[in-house]
């Protein structure tokens, strides 16, 4: 797989990295987490999908479970720890981090090229079925998982 097929993972964890700061602006950093290659995401809660169109076609999806998804929703809205966000909240939030990572990986591709609205699930986001995971971080924050993911159109015949 070349540059222009996928983003390098370095570069997808880069721009995660930087977004996550922005967003949370929290002193402890996302690690990475070992997860054998082809494993099904172990917690996902919450995920969401914004898509990429035009000059490179690809999908980018966050999978994370509820304690991060909460966590990270009052971190972002900076509220009292005693405040539980509501679901609202937490989509919003969840919709924030791929549209933000999605935009990232936009301007590293070939444009010009267009993101969509996320689409975020309490729950398993489903993919479509003529796409293949091109790159996958699996990282964890405050001993939460985290998955972030690349998907391009499959090559051959559909």
Same mark, same amino acid.
């Given at each position: 797989?070349?540059?222009?097929?996928?983003? %390098?993972?370095?570069?997808? #964890?880069?721009?995660?990295?930087?977004?996550?700061?922005?967003?949370?602006?929290?002193?402890?950093?996302? #690690?990475?987490?070992?997860?054998?290659?082809?494993? =099904?995401?172990?917690?996902?809660?919450?995920?969401?999908?914004?898509?990429?169109?035009?000059?490179?076609?690809?999908?980018?999806?966050?999978? #994370?479970?509820?304690?991060?998804?909460?966590?990270?929703?009052?971190?972002?809205?900076?509220?009292?720890?005693?405040?539980? =966000?509501?679901?609202?909240?937490? %989509?919003?939030?969840?919709?924030?981090?791929? $549209?933000?990572?999605?935009? $990232?990986?936009?301007?590293?591709?070939?444009? =010009?090229?267009?993101?969509?609205?996320?689409?975020?699930?309490?729950?398993?986001?489903?993919?479509?079925?003529?796409?293949? #995971?091109?790159?996958?971080?699996?990282?964890?924050?405050?001993?939460?998982?985290?998955?972030?993911?690349?998907?391009?159109?499959?090559?051959?015949?559909?």
């Amino acid at each position: 797989m070349t540059a222009v097929d996928a983003p %390098a993972v370095e570069d997808l #964890l880069a721009v995660t990295e930087d977004v996550w700061l922005a967003l949370v602006g929290d002193d402890d950093p996302l #690690l990475p987490r070992a997860v054998p290659p082809g494993s =099904p995401f172990d917690a996902a809660a919450w995920s969401s999908v914004t898509t990429i169109s035009g000059g490179w076609q690809g999908a980018v999806t966050v999978e #994370l479970d509820e304690a991060l998804a909460r966590r990270l929703t009052t971190q972002m809205l900076d509220l009292p720890a005693d405040e539980a =966000p509501s679901d609202s909240d937490v %989509a919003d939030a969840v919709g924030e981090l791929v $549209n933000m990572v999605g935009g $990232n990986v936009k301007s590293l591709m070939p444009g =010009p090229s267009v993101l969509s609205l996320p689409a975020v699930a309490a729950g398993r986001a489903a993919f479509a079925s003529d796409t293949a #995971l091109a790159c996958r971080l699996d990282l964890v924050w405050r001993d939460a998982p985290l998955r972030i993911s690349v998907h391009i159109p499959q090559e051959g015949p559909r």
